[in-house]
């Protein structure tokens, strides 16, 4: 059964503390995403990467990282540097196709609370 | 900067009761663009990718059309479990894909 797995379902940090959210995908897909979704607004990218050992800031990188050393995992570190880390987290891949990019399969998400 | 503009943000249906979502769209390039459906607490589900003006898509209840400014998401005699926030994002000429916040959809049985 094809598809991306996001762990943990929640997750729960104190100030101050780094943590750690898993994607993996199993579709073969090139590109992965990832993008925080917070009420009233738009889904916004975090990172993104087309190819192992190679990653992209998107439009609000701050306080996060990344990292993509196999082809199926893409795992996005919270630092304490995130001042406002409270949302919901979702991963995503797509084929590439030249340099377009074609439709993003997500992950059923993570949602952050910083306590 | 591309952008994506949904309309109504929410919108309650009976339910048989026919109705239209809009997403108006601007955007250097058009390559492709897509609709999802969110229920709470879940990731998108792909629904449909739209290519060029006057492209049509269906899927059961749902047809998404387009142009070149906007695109419709048709939902024909709805049912509850159709009870959703739709999103619709384009991805244009800089490579990336825009999102727009999503109109949220109630059908009442």
């Known amino acids: 059964d094809g598809g991306i797995t996001q762990s943990p379902k929640y997750l729960f940090r104190k100030e101050g503390q780094n943590v750690t959210l898993s994607c993996e995908q199993n579709?073969?897909?090139?590109?992965m995403y990832w993008y925080r979704q917070d009420p009233g607004q738009g889904l916004r990218l975090i990172y993104y990467?087309?190819?192992?050992?190679?990653?992209q800031k998107g439009d609000i990188a701050e306080g996060y990282s990344v990292s993509r050393e196999k082809k199926e995992s893409f795992p996005l570190t919270v630092t304490s540097a995130q001042k406002n880390p409270t949302a919901f987290y979702l991963c995503?891949?797509?084929?590439?196709?030249?340099?377009?990019?074609?439709?993003?399969?997500f992950g059923p998400g993570t949602r952050l609370t910083v306590l | 900067e591309d952008q994506v503009t949904q309309s109504p943000e929410a919108l309650r249906l009976q339910e048989g009761e026919s109705s239209s979502l809009n997403c108006s769209y601007t955007?250097?390039?058009?390559?492709?663009l897509f609709w999802y459906r969110q229920d709470p607490g879940k990731g998108p589900e792909f629904l449909f990718t739209?290519?060029?003006a006057g492209e049509e898509k269906e899927k059961e209840r749902l047809k998404a059309t387009l142009t070149k400014k906007e695109s419709f998401l048709h939902i024909t005699a709805p049912k509850p479990e159709d009870s959703a926030t739709y999103l619709c994002?384009?991805?244009?000429?800089?490579?990336?894909?825009?999102f727009g916040i999503g109109t949220k959809l109630q059908v009442i049985p």
């Open positions: 995503a891949s797509s084929i590439l196709q030249g340099r377009s990019y074609n439709e993003q399969f």
């Open positions: 579709l073969n897909h090139d590109a």
């Open positions: 990467s087309q190819i192992v050992n190679d990653f």
């Open positions: 955007v250097s390039g058009l390559r492709g």
């Open positions: 739209l290519y060029s």
């Open positions: 994002a384009v991805s244009g000429g800089y490579q990336k894909v825009t």
